[in-house]
């Protein structure tokens, strides 16, 4: 039952600048690079690889925390659990593939209800490690959730702030979980501006996307329980609906490792950053050539995870995709609405907006030839369905369900 | 991935009245017994101990199907699934417990969000097997997301009728994953009539709590989940928010069929049923010391899930709180609402309203000495929080967060 408590070591060396590779100490507060950018963490993949093999893995409880190795929390004390069981991969039975196979891998089901828990377990967990006491952070709903309730759960004040157009039942979910949120007239990075000009003075841990460093070491787990789901075979494509790209760069990061380490072979999967034709800042920057994406103006979509103008790990998203043989793409809010319902009514899967968009980014690409009959392809639904309220429901309900 | 289709071996011996105990035939389409009450599904207990061992299961995915021998689906072709994960145990670390030990077993992290996916993805299996072509159902909301989902992904045409103050959300979800569904001016049992007296010109298969035999085998999973989450040694005491009963039912058959195993030993827990004090018929009939529990009136509470003014499985319910020495309670809306927003706050822990009755219940029952440090209880959280909009969520939103 406390599957999360086990003694194990850790391998963490060092962390490094993402862009100019120097090293910064590990067990230390840190926020970005000296020049700006994310911090990665860096571990000793030899020792790690001789201190556990994949039969041992096997065995234990099926949550976040068997991969203990791979993560850089020490000591068990710290460790803030809410249950971070392993998500379902499900098969998509009905829906058109072209001959190849279909995975959504469900997100939903971790604590809170979106894959922001795995990100943020790890990070309030080496912020109680590290000794800090108030964390503030900018969220488009579903990541303010997950700190509200980790922190509380550890003790940990945090402060939260959202655009003020986050639909309520975000708001409330976040205020549930006692933490202090603020409603602010603007987008998710005018709401970063806030905390990184107040941070200072209210003695806040910044716990923006990328921000800290390790937020991205949680949510590589989700390559980490997709290589083990398939038998330490990876997909050939993976669809990935990418706001901030903190779980595309995780799992970038952790292929990676796992190669290194030897754990999988052949090509790795081609990573594709789905974005909404709305807010598509790493789409323009991927089919422009460009290592760096330019801010969106007048960002909008229904998929208001991925309504991120500007993202701090932009060039690590590129160079993923870049690195990958994959690609980014947009698709426009009629298309996800359509592809919500598609999956809700065929196959009785209750998509996030974010987590449809990359379904009608498969449909799309299945069309133009990028993905063929040969293609196992994932994708993420990043967050339970239950907390969106979209007018194509709405047309279902009126159309189709008068009152008795 | 596609942890369902191992092809295994099944048990069931016949079905059999739960009141008079004469036996029907396996494999085919009931619904009540012939004295109009639910039918439980027997296995060859014999035969099943001897085809799988504890350690067998070990080594399955961790999923509800690992119990596939336990459960009356024969052949996988005919399993809908959409990931049914063992759901986590998580404990309660700074609440007060009075020296015992406090855990919360996390249904909401099931498809659709509730406990009611056990139940309907058997009975759904079943349909399917049984060639069922249109399912309908009463539901307080959870139910009928549960078979809206399973049953679209089956093919099955599903028609559900909740009470018209059924909130919107739920409705919309409903909705969303492909259901007809009505509101209507009444309660659970209102709309169980409404099927009752259309079913055979509609050719509806009845999915009325416990007037299919499957849905309760469903549950009882929850029961061996318990078990083998606890090393196969069973908590001391379990609270179980209670409608129309099916899980407790379910856990207490299994516990059962688990001792005539000899896979568990020791006393078996206390079963506490929670009901709501503006709705506790089964609360009221136990205290009377009767067998059945009359028809409660002008039920109201904030939790929806519970407001079962009529249970057809009332002596089932009734039986399973004397066999194991437990009790009944009920506990008020304001309680329910405080329990839910402190558990919110100091756990990270946002549990639906019937969740939130239990912990109010084991508060009230510590107080009241029926629970000791030596106890060891099990709460059970029976639905994601989200879908829930609590007056105290709104008081605490409006106090503390103001808008930037």
Redesign the interface.
Known sequence: ???TTGTRPTFVSHLECSLQGDHYPADQVHGLSKAGKPLLVRYDLKALSKSISKEVLAKRP??LWRYREFLPVRRAEHIV???????????A??LETGGGTL?IK?EG?????SFKARGICVAVSMAKALGITRIAMPTNGNAGAAL??????A?IESTI?CP?DTPE?N???I????A??????GLINDCGK?IAENKDAQNWYDFSTLKEPYRIEGKKTMGLELAE??GWRLPSVIFYPTGGGTGLIGMWKVFKELETMGWIAGPLPRMVAVQASGCAPIVRAFEAGAEYAELWKNAHTVAAGIRVPVAIGDFLILRALRESNGFATAVDDESIEAAL?EM???????LCPEGAATYAAYQQELAAGRISADDTTVLFNCA????Y?LPA??R??DR?????
Chains 1, 2 share one sequence.
């Open positions: 039952m406390d599957n099926t949550d659990s809410l249950g971070e069981i392993t998500t379902p991969l499900i098969r039975h009905k995975l469900d089901r971790l604590p809170t209800g509200a309730a980790y922190a509380s759960r003790e702030f003020d039942i708001v409330r979910e205020a549930a979980q006692g202090k949120v603020w409603r602010v007239n806030i789901q398939l319902m809700a009514t065929r196959e009785g899967l209750l339970t369905g239950l907390k309220s429901v709405t279902r309900l189709e369900n008068p009152i008795f």
